[in-house]
């Protein structure tokens, strides 16, 4: 079982639902820890009350980016951690820690990358009239929400939905979607091939398609 980091800033929903997949014996994943760059963060406690590491690394208390992703960096060694699930982490990582974790890190992003990169994206969805949304996993690369696809999933968009209910209804299926992801990525069903992603049983992409 490949040894995971989860990467988190907030509530850590997508982190519960990789430890609940990961608590099946056949899962090729195990969650060894839980890493946040806020102290306050609610999923850290989550973590802790499943019985796994968790830890906070403030960026506040570093003066560079680089200083806070080297501490980081040195966590994820020390415990001989594999690959890297970012999941709502709100720091934008320099490229040092990218190619450093090229190829092992992947994130899950609200929206059907490649549109709404960035932040606000059940909004500007919202605002651009698009009739179906969704959430994407995908390697991350030095660009911003930039990176292979590994899996993505759609749903409606529907006449009287606010952010919030379509925040819901994408999130429903992230909870899905990235551990579906993370089981391919890490039973070598999907992997990296010239900067892309080669699928070996290509049904299982689509989680909700
Ligand atoms: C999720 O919707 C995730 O896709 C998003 O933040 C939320 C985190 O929720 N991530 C990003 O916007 C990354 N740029 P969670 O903490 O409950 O998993």
């Not at 963060?41 to 590491?53: H, K, M, N, P, Q």
């Not at 929400?145 to 299926?173: F, H, K, N, Y």
């Not at 990235?178 to 080669?198: E, F, K, N, T, W």
């Amino acid at each position: 079982r490949r040894r995971i980091a989860i990467l988190i800033s907030g509530r850590g929903s997508n982190m519960v639902s990789l430890m609940e997949a990961a608590r099946a014996h056949d899962y090729p994943a195990e969650i060894a820890l839980v890493l946040s760059n806020r102290p306050d963060a609610e999923g850290l406690d989550r973590a802790r009350d499943a019985g796994i590491e968790a830890l906070a690394i403030d960026h506040k208390a570093y003066s560079t980016r680089e200083s806070f992703e080297q501490a980081l960096d040195e966590a994820l060694h020390a415990r001989d951690i594999e690959f890297i699930c970012l999941a709502g982490f709100m720091r934008v990582l320099t490229n040092w820690f990218v190619e450093r974790w090229a190829g092992r890190m992947v994130n899950i992003h609200p929206s059907l990358l490649p549109l709404f990169r960035g932040t606000q994206t059940h909004r500007r969805a919202l605002e651009e009239g698009v009739l179906v949304h969704g959430c994407t996993v995908h390697f991350v690369v030095p660009e911003l929400d930039a990176g292979p696809i590994v899996a993505q999933a759609v749903v409606p968009v529907v006449p009287d939905d606010t952010e919030t209910s379509l925040a819901e209804r994408v999130l429903e299926q992230e909870h899905l979607l990235y551990p579906q992801a993370l089981r391919m990525i890490c039973s070598g069903r999907a992997r990296l091939d010239g900067g892309r992603v080669i699928f070996t049983d290509s049904w299982d992409a689509s989680a909700a398609l």
